[in-house]
């Protein structure tokens, strides 16, 4: 990624700090380079880009920390705080993910959500639960993170040295719903 481009999408990042129209989402999405597999290894922290998505600030609600990548068959997709604010993985066929994708209003309800960090501890796993795999979207190659048992993609494009904006495909979900990561560190 050249300096300029790097300028342009941090640019665009800040000034879309509080959500984008989808189409605008999508269409700097595209217009972000391809990611190579090899580039996510580490820890990242995750933010949302609401953008109208029914899924809009549901994981921020429920503590989301982001993602982590050990190698590209070894992959936690879903690190939530724990009450100590530490990263620990969760594994994601443990939560309802289609009643939360169908019921987001729900979700979004503080006892919700005050439960979900009652039983967060049982969710926990140190057994991968996803991989990475490159795969073509929206006519780019780039690297993709496929979820071990659930119907969702989550593809990867760069913002930056270390910032990524990902597009989550989700069966059922009509419209992409994307996410920013920043590189916290190395694994470990």
Same mark, same amino acid.
């Given at each position: %990624?050249?300096?300029?481009?790097? $300028?342009?999408?941090?640019?665009?990042?800040?000034?879309? &700090?509080?959500?984008?129209?989808?189409?605008?989402? $999508?269409?700097? #999405?595209?217009?972000?380079?391809?990611?190579?597999?090899?580039?996510?290894?580490? &820890?990242? &922290?995750?933010?949302? $880009?609401?953008?109208?998505? =029914?899924?809009?600030?549901?994981?921020?609600? /429920?503590?989301?920390?982001?993602?982590?990548?050990?190698?590209?068959?070894?992959?936690?997709?879903?690190?939530?705080?724990? &009450?100590?604010?530490?990263?620990?993985?969760?594994?994601?066929?443990?939560?309802?993910? +289609?009643?939360?994708?169908?019921?987001?209003?729900?979700?979004?309800? +503080?006892?919700?959500?005050?439960?979900?960090?009652?039983?967060?501890?049982?969710?926990? *796993?140190?057994?991968?639960?996803?991989?990475? =795999? *490159?795969?073509?979207?929206?006519?780019? =190659?780039?690297?993709?993170?496929? /979820?071990?048992?659930?119907?969702?993609?989550?593809? #990867?494009?760069?913002?930056?040295?270390?910032?990524?904006?990902?597009? %989550?495909? %989700?069966?059922?979900?009509?419209?992409?719903? #994307?996410?920013?990561?920043?590189?916290?560190?190395?694994?470990?």
């Amino acid at each position: %990624m050249t300096t300029t481009e790097g $300028l342009r999408a941090e640019r665009w990042l800040a000034e879309h &700090r509080d959500g984008a129209a989808a189409a605008d989402a $999508l269409e700097f #999405f595209d217009s972000l380079p391809a990611v190579a597999l090899g580039e996510l290894t580490g &820890r990242w &922290r995750g933010s949302g $880009l609401h953008t109208g998505s =029914r899924l809009d600030g549901l994981l921020e609600a /429920y503590g989301w920390y982001g993602k982590e990548f050990s190698g590209v068959e070894s992959v936690h997709p879903l690190l939530f705080r724990t &009450r100590s604010g530490q990263p620990r993985p969760v594994d994601p066929a443990m939560i309802p993910l +289609r009643l939360l994708r169908d019921y987001a209003a729900l979700a979004k309800l +503080r006892f919700v959500a005050t439960a979900f960090g009652g039983v967060r501890p049982l969710l926990h *796993t140190n057994r991968p639960t996803a991989r990475l =795999r *490159t795969i073509e979207h929206r006519g780019v =190659r780039t690297a993709a993170m496929i /979820y071990d048992a659930l119907p969702i993609i989550d593809v #990867f494009r760069r913002a930056g040295d270390d910032v990524l904006l990902g597009a %989550m495909d %989700m069966r059922g979900l009509p419209e992409p719903f #994307f996410f920013v990561l920043h590189r916290d560190g190395p694994v470990g």
